[in-house]
């Protein structure tokens, strides 16, 4: 079992900034990949950004490339998630998600394994 709690998220304006964290605890961290995903109200859960174990791999959404960035500290058994010129389109619950190394493409919530309790983000125009 692996437990994730996500911590780090509010309410910001348009244009700022908030950085997500996930701490993990239970079986070994650093074997398996990380997700960041939201869920707005009214809409299904979407794909935001991944990180391999290594950390030597990112994946993003498009709504966010270039604006979110991922990481991962092993030694922490912590992934975080930089989010920056936030926008209202932004908001939504953010979960962080766990998923054995090398078992998917990690773009997809059904092939994650594990999933914290979610951290609300709210960006106000």
């Known amino acids: 079992q692996v437990q994730l709690v996500e911590s780090g998220g509010g309410l910001v304006q348009a244009g700022g900034s908030l950085r997500l964290s996930c701490a993990a605890s239970g079986r070994t961290f650093s074997s398996y990949a990380m997700g960041w995903f939201r869920q707005a109200p009214g809409k299904e859960r979407e794909f935001v950004a991944a ?54 493409s990690y773009y997809l919530a059904e092939e994650y394994d594990y999933w914290g309790q979610g951290t609300q983000v709210t960006v106000s125009s």
Do not use: H
Request: glycine share 10%; with cysteine; proline share 2%.
């Open 51 to 104: 990180i391999s174990w290594s950390g030597g791999s990112t994946y993003y959404a498009d709504s966010v490339k270039g604006r979110f960035t991922i990481s991962r500290d092993n030694a922490k058994n912590t992934v975080y998630l930089q989010m920056n010129s936030l926008n209202p389109e932004d908001t939504a619950v953010y979960y962080c998600a766990a998923v054995q190394e090398g078992s998917g």
